[in-house]
């Protein structure tokens, strides 16, 4: 089975330890290694290497061949970012070129899997229902009411579930409603459909884009490809698959359930309430050296060199890096764009 | 008129700025300057730099001469800390030898005083109630019901106000009574009289300092002076001057009130406190380059080159070095010497 690993993003929300040239996907914040080479290793009972196809940014291929080297990963490189529909247009023009006709998997590079068996298993029945030439989105059974991620409700349909609208960010009434009626997953941005159904679709929901890809399948596999991407991409409309396909399109879409401890680990503090079985017994969750005292329901990480002493903390958010430091209250980690905001305002982009 | 200025301090309440080879007296925690060098400033109207005598353990000997480097100031090395009673003693000792028979005042090197004439003026009036051969005590005018302190009880008596008491540290209730019964004053650990008062009192009270003290005045401009100071050091009790002479003698000691914005900046929230009309709108105090988003009643230095990011922060201490970060509760902050302890546990003994 061919994968699209979607490495594109260039997240800030892992400041001070994310920046312009090692965004989320390349760091090591689960602790297990960078989080692309965590993704690609997952997928290996579905897919070898030569069916892996990484799309990222120009700007990080060094960065991702240094640690690929040794495998055989074929990595895209987009001449600047135009959101996901492009980039998924893109992989699906790269998996046929490679000689592909049955489904694919598209999936983000920088997120957290607990259970690695339960996502192959779902992509597996996915693949299955994608082979009719529909799309099969994996449906993440919610564990909590969460309001940063967007839902999917379905009704039950021969031969699977079927998706009847997509929901973006919740409030958390509205969260709370969705888990408890059990008609919602959360969508993950993972699915599977075949290139000939991708380009379908797009053809029908965003003509622009089918047309620069049209130009890409002639090119491909030519010393002019390069320049011909760099020409298409320059005059696309950034737009999400999501958005422009997925919320459009008039063709039923089945969303197959995934029972597989998922996260988009999109903040600091979800990374904290990942790694639950590290933190001690005050709940506290450390990296590098670190001297707590009275402190509890804290990250404290120490990447910087420097010994961390703590007294008194709670819900504190400390991430010391060698030329930046960030303290936080945890449960606001997810505003942390806020202090890029303010970097940009003091002219400090150097620290981005 | 003779000061000497008791310097020996270890200080660990402001670290980890403070380390054993730079206590809080040589820090410029207040921006204005090196402690010691400004307590040396402010006594400029009352003695010149011939008549001031700086008391300080062996291993600072070297910095406190960089810092008042030029200027006659003399500077006397105890070769071990017995607390303040023998340090007393010793400038007594040492103002005697350089030939002042009048009024001396001693006082702590780290203190902060807003209004330094207003200390000036109490040192004189303290001085003419010392040359009747008394012990003349500042008391501070109370200003709030601080736990942290000694006070001093006091009676009206002709000619002054007479001391009656000394009170350690008291309860939040009881301090609450001091400051409204208006018959309190502060302890500063200031306090003027003569080398012979000086001598007598320890004579009486504190027989076998005494002892050591005649020693080092027949040794006191002799070659074998260290040699003897060490000697006598070796073999002496630690105690307090208060402790051991103020709180015993039977001989009226009187108290000159002092209004002048003083502070013993025992911990980093009381400095917090003081520097006041530096805050900001949202009663942040910062030092360095720092970012503060909706950050309030908090007090973030960077002094160790990086930035650092605050988001979310209430009643928060971040004190950054190069090789050692602080995050604390600012409201626990006197309590920063369970950090020393526990560095001393981690075998981290190099970063006191």
Redesign the interface.
Known sequence: MYVVIMAGGSGTRF??MSRKDTPKQFLNISGKGPLITETCDRLRPLASDEEMIIVLGDDHVREAKSLLEGRKVHIIAEPMGRNTAPCIGLGAVMAAHLGCDSPIAFMPADHFVANPPGLIESLQAAQSVAKTGAIAILGIVPTRPETGYGYIQWKEEQPAYRVTSFVEKPSLDKARQYVARGDYFWNAGIFVATAQTILKEIEGNLPSLHRGLLRLQKAVGMASFDHVLEEVYAGLESISFDYGVMERTRNPIFVVPCDCGWSDVGSWHSLYELREKERDENDNLTEGEC?L??SKKSF?S?R?G????????EN?L?V??????????L???Q??R??IE??KK?R?ED?L
């Not at 420097?306 to 903390?313: D, E, P, S, V």
């Not at 010391?320 to 209250?329: G, N």
């Open positions: 400041w001070p001297l005292i009275e404290v120490s910087g420097r010994l961390i002493a703590c007294l008194g903390l504190c400390v010391d890096t060698p030329d930046a430091l960030l303290v936080a209250d449960r606001k980690a505003e942390v806020k202090i303010g970097l003091s400090r620290l």
